[in-house]
């Protein structure tokens, strides 16, 4: 059975930075691409950032220069440093293996002016 686990979110301020973290359990996670998506409450789910198996990144417009996603294969692991935070990043963040699909139960970030 396969699962993702988010760990890392909470209460930043404007300016500060969180990474979140995503394990997968489970096999072939080395040639999935992964994705971190975000949803603010009334809003519609948003793509933040994707990373194939080859290391390749695509990132959101409204996130591009603050954020950056990684992955440890090794470790079944996904990463997104969050710098520069906004109020406007206030979201929950879900990590998703495109490989399936899986997606995890989402971690909060909430950031304050």
């Known amino acids: 059975q396969v699962q993702l686990v988010e760990s890392g979110g909470g209460l930043a301020q404007a300016g500060g930075s969180l990474r979140l973290s995503c394990v997968v359990s489970g096999s072939i996670f080395s040639v999935s691409t992964m994705d971190w998506w975000r949803q603010a409450p009334g809003k519609q789910r948003e793509l933040v950032a994707s990373i194939s198996s080859s290391r390749s990144t695509s990132y959101a417009d409204s996130v591009k220069g603050r954020f950056t996603i990684s992955r440890d294969n090794a470790k079944n692991a996904v990463y997104l440093q969050m710098n520069s935070l906004k109020p406007e990043d206030t979201a929950v963040y879900y990590c998703?293996?495109?490989?399936?699909?899986?997606w995890g139960q989402g971690t909060q970030v909430t950031v304050s002016s």
């Open positions: 998703h293996r495109r490989v399936g699909p899986y």
